[in-house]
C-alpha cells in the first residue's frame, strides 16, 4: 500500500524528523505538513490522505478541536493524536473524538510506525496505557468529576495551570493572547467551582490529572 499521510504540528523541526520516520516505511508514499488547524483542513480538502498524525498543543484551535473538524468533513480518514501529553491527561477524550489512536512523543520510532500498521489493519491502535485509561473510565463512569463539562481547550489550559504556568507563559505555547487565557481560566474556575489557581492545583492532583 502507498500511503499518503498529512502531519499537522506547530514545530517545524518537529515535523521534519516526523516526516524522515515516516518515510522510512515503505508503506508510506509521501508526507505533507500543516502547521495549524485552518492548514489542516484546507490540505484535507484538497488532498486524498490515508491518515493524519495531529498534535494537540497547536496555535487557535487545540487538536483537538481540530480532530472534531477533520472527523466532519473526512470521517472516513483515520487521525493519529501525537502528542507532548501524556495518555493519562488527553487519550480518553481523543479517542471518544474519533481519533483511531494516541501517543506520546516521547515514545519510540518504532512504536510509531506499529501503530500507524495496526491502524490500516484494524482501524485503531490501544497502547496498554490508554487500555487502562479506558478500562478506568467505564469503571468510573458513574461518578464523573466536574472536568468532564471542560472543553478540549479548557481542559488544556486546566492542566497547564496545575502545572505551575502562569498565564503568559500558557499565552506564548498556545499562541493565545493573555487575555484570552485569563477569560478561560475564568470559565475554568466557574465550571469547577473553585476559587484560585491553588485550588486547580488540587483539584488536578486529587483527581490524578497531574502527576
Known amino acids: 500500500m502507498d500511503m499518503k499521510v498529512l ?25 505533507d505538513e500543516a502547521e495549524d488547524g485552518p492548514q489542516a483542513i484546507q490540505l ?5 490522505y490515508d491518515l493524519i498524525i495531529l498534535d494537540i498543543s497547536l496555535p ?27 495518555e493519562d491527561e488527553f487519550a480518553v477524550q481523543a479517542i471518544r473524538g474519533g481519533a483511531s489512536g494516541y501517543l506520546n512523543k516521547n515514545g519510540a520510532a518504532r512504536e510509531l510506525l506499529a501503530a500507524i500498521r495496526q491502524i490500516f489493519a484494524e ?38 495551570i496545575a502545572r505551575g504556568k ?26 469547577l467551582n473553585l476559587k484560585r489557581n491553588t485550588d486547580i492545583i488540587l483539584y488536578a492532583i486529587r483527581h490524578k490529572l497531574v502527576e
Open 7 to 31: 502531519v499537522v504540528d506547530d514545530h517545524p523541526i518537529f515535523r521534519e524528523g516526523l516526516k524522515q520516520i515516516l518515510l522510512t516505511d515503505d508503506c508510506i508514499r509521501s508526507v
Open 44 to 48: 484535507s480538502r484538497k488532498g486524498k
Open 60 to 86: 487557535g484551535r487545540s487538536g483537538l478541536e481540530v480532530l472534531e473538524d477533520l472527523k466532519k468533513e473526512k470521517p472516513e480518514v483515520p487521525v493519529l493524536i501525537l502528542s507532548m501529553y501524556s
Open 123 to 160: 482501524g485503531l491502535y490501544i497502547s496498554p496505557a490508554v487500555a487502562e485509561q479506558l478500562t478506568a473510565e467505564v469503571r468510573g463512569r458513574g461518578n464523573k468529576g466536574l472536568h468532564e463539562s471542560l472543553s478540549p481547550r479548557e481542559r488544556q489550559i486546566m492542566i497547564l
Open 166 to 191: 502562569t498565564l503568559t507563559e500558557i499565552a506564548d505555547q498556545l499562541s493565545l493572547s493573555v487575555s484570552a487565557v485569563s477569560t478561560y481560566r475564568t470559565r475554568i474556575l466557574k465550571k
